[in-house]
Nanobody, 124 residues
């Protein structure tokens, strides 16, 4: 079992920045792939970024490429999502996820464990 706890969400104006954190615990060795997803009201969940923790390889959705950065602190077993140049369309509930298969597409079927989510609201 793997437990994931997100934090760092909040409200920010367009153009601002936020950093989300995802603390992982449990048998994390079985889930080398970590991802960030988001879901806006009335929309399906969207894969935003992913990282293969063992190599550091990363993948990004086109909508966030160049603005968001996924990273990790292996000592703390924590993953981060640095979000810069935020836009109102980035408003969503953000979830971190852990799984065994990384790559494109950043899709839900690759992930077995999910956090509870953290809300990000970007105002114009």
């Amino acid at each position: 079992q793997v437990q994931l706890v997100e934090s760092g969400g909040g409200s920010v104006q367009a153009g601002g920045s936020l950093r989300l954190s995802c603390a992982a615990s449990g048998y994390t060795y079985s889930t080398p792939c970590m991802g960030w997803f988001r879901q806006a009201p009335g929309k399906s969940r969207e894969g935003v970024a992913a990282m293969f923790r063992r190599s550091g390889s990363t993948w990004y959705a086109d909508s966030v490429k160049g603005r968001f950065t996924i990273s990790q602190d292996t000592a703390k077993n924590t993953m981060y999502l640095q979000m810069n140049s935020l836009k109102p369309e980035d408003t969503a509930m953000y979830y971190c996820a852990a799984g065994s298969s990384c790559g494109r597409p950043i899709a839900e079927y690759r992930y077995d464990y999910w956090g509870q989510g953290t809300q990000v609201t970007v105002s114009a």
